[in-house]
């Protein structure tokens, strides 16, 4: 099992840049990939990037394609979500998840295939 723990969220104004960061501890080494999934008030869990842990490649979800990059920095087992542009509809609660099984391969936006997940980090965009 691998332990999550997401930090960086809070208030942001429309048009805000920040980072959120999810750091990794326990079993890291058997993450096939991760991933930042967003759920905003009343809607339901939404995928929102997934890196392949063997070779990096991201996949993004349209809505926030152009505006947010996936990174990681491996030896500190900590991955990142640079959040640019942001819009109301970017209000969530944001978590990072690990898929050790790799049930994510075949539908990386399922979330029920990503088996830890953090605890979640607040992001609220104002006007």
């Known amino acids: 099992q691998v332990q999550l723990v997401e930090s960086g969220g809070g208030l942001v104004q429309a048009g805000g840049s920040p980072r959120l960061s999810c750091a990794a501890s326990?079993?890291?080494?058997?993450?096939?990939?991760m991933a930042w999934f967003r759920q905003g008030p009343g809607k339901d869990c939404e995928f929102v990037a997934r890196?392949?842990?063997?070779?990096?490649?991201?996949s993004y979800a349209d809505s926030v394609k152009g505006r947010f990059t996936f990174s990681r920095d491996s030896a500190k087992n900590t991955i990142y979500l640079q959040m640019n542009s942001l819009k109301h509809e970017d209000t969530a609660v944001y978590y990072c998840?690990?898929?050790?099984?790799?049930?994510?391969?075949?539908?990386?936006?399922?979330?029920?295939?990503?088996?830890?997940w953090g605890q979640g980090t607040q992001v609220t965009v104002s006007s």
């Open positions: 998840a690990a898929d050790s099984g790799g049930r994510s391969t075949w539908r990386i936006v399922y979330y029920g295939d990503y088996d830890s």
């Open positions: 326990g079993r890291t080494f058997s993450s096939v990939a």
């Open positions: 890196m392949r842990w063997s070779d990096g490649t991201i």
